[in-house]
């Protein structure tokens, strides 16, 4: 019989379990060491903190879910793109809360918008990901695209999308580094250690989950 998904490989394995890892320390982050998550709320902290919450859950867990569904996904191929489409689609919706926040927040703070490298990054990253996104649309899932044209446009809509992730990666870090600047933690507290590692694991699932991707072919 003809197998449709491609066998998740231990580096799959790996990828799952360092992204709920880095999920657990980023809610043990906001949820214990920070004040909270509340995009509605009087205190500007907790609107704040939706920020990393979100783009973190949108961009770099699900949208990695996503490069990963041709692994995981145990259903026939059509399903596999519907939910690598599908979960895409959240993770901008995540994506466009979660930047929501962090213009409501500066605008409560009177703080300026869009000044630091992070930010540039971030919003090239994401206009970037919304427009792989649309052509992902066009080319893949509308019928309109003809096969031989699908089939020349692969090679780049992957590494596309896995430069667009790596640079979710690097986004995700620069905002962890300047978020502990500004809060100027002590050196070794246990809120300063925690970032880091929850900087780490980003980075461990950002990395296993591109070598899903990649040797993912090979299998
Ligand atoms: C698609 C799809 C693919 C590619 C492939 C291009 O729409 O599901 O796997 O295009 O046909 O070679």
Known sequence: THRYYRPASRITIFAYIFGVIAAILMLVWLLHYREGVDLDSNDPNKIFNVHPLLMFLGLVFLSGQALMA????????????????????????????GLHAAFKYHERRGLRNLYSFHSWIGIGTFCLYILQWVIGLCMYMLPYTRRETRAVNLPWHISGGR?????????????????????????????????????????????????????????
Do not use: W
């Not at 041709?70 to 690598?84: D, F, L, S």
């Open 70 to 97: 041709y692994m995981t996904v145990r259903a026939e191929k059509k399903v596999q793109k519907i939910a690598h489409f599908l979960l895409h689609l959240c993770a901008i919706i995540l994506g466009i809360v």
């Open 163 to 219: 430069a667009i992730f790596y640079m979710i990666i690097v986004t995700a870090l620069t905002g962890l580094m300047q978020k502990s600047t500004f809060l100027q933690l002590p050196l070794f507290s246990g809120e300063s250690i925690l970032i880091n590692f929850l900087a780490i694991f980003i980075l461990l699932f950002g990395v296993t989950v591109d070598f899903s991707v990649s040797l993912g072919r090979y299998a």
